[in-house]
């Protein structure tokens, strides 16, 4: 059996060529996150009509739109009556073998991100993730990978980043904020995009 879990390439609809294999994560950050996920919707319904090549769990699923269906537990608030993200991450199936999440910053605070990283990392390590927002550091806390709306790849610039929770200031050393109480966030890596 294959390695790849999901393989879309050549895509008629606007989404990226993507290969995610197994046990990754990989996150497409784009600003046009409802426009994004409702196209790999469309693609994962009817995959012939809409990409030139769809592989799932190894094999060419282009005629199994619903086997396809069933792999995916996606989470997008859009879709859901249920409006929180973890808990939406928490009922999923063991079935499911794909999770989608697809959420906009501005539904985001830190804390939220810090919860849904620590389950992922606690109880889904292993799992399969593919996640399209326009939230830097939702990516940067769970994505091995990520690519921006075209396919092409964002680098991690690995450090030490130390941000002001609520201004987002950079500082470049721990000392500026000695002698100060103000919440902070402590980053190990940081995606190369500007927001």
């Not at 060529?17 to 784009?30: F, H, R």
């Not at 994962?44 to 619903?66: F, W």
């Not at 973890?86 to 985001?108: A, E, F, G, H, M």
């Not at 940067?140 to 130390?162: L, Q």
């Amino acid at each position: 059996m294959s390695d790849i879990m999901l393989k879309i390439k050549n895509s008629k609809i606007e989404f990226p060529d993507i290969e995610l294999l197994s046990g990754e994560k990989i996150g497409i950050y784009t600003e046009r996150v409802t426009n994004t996920i409702n196209n790999l919707i469309k693609i994962i319904i009817k995959p012939k009509k809409y990409t030139d090549e769809y592989i799932l769990e190894g094999m060419n699923a282009e005629e199994l739109s619903y086997f396809s269906r069933r792999i995916f537990h996606i989470i997008s608030l859009d879709l859901w009556k249920e409006k929180d993200i973890l808990q939406l991450l928490k009922n999923k199936q063991d079935s499911r073998k794909i999770t989608i999440i697809s959420v906009d910053k501005k539904d985001l605070k830190i804390d939220t991100i810090s919860e849904i990283s620590r389950y992922i990392e606690n109880k889904l390590s292993d799992e399969n993730i593919l996640i399209i927002t326009n939230s830097k550091d939702l990516l940067e806390a769970i994505c091995d990978k990520v690519i921006d709306e075209n396919g092409n790849p964002i680098n991690f610039e690995d450090g030490i980043y130390i941000k002001r929770l609520d201004n987002l200031e950079t500082f470049n050393s721990i000392e500026e904020i000695e002698g100060k109480y103000i919440p902070i966030i402590f980053k190990k890596r940081e995606l190369n995009v500007r927001e």
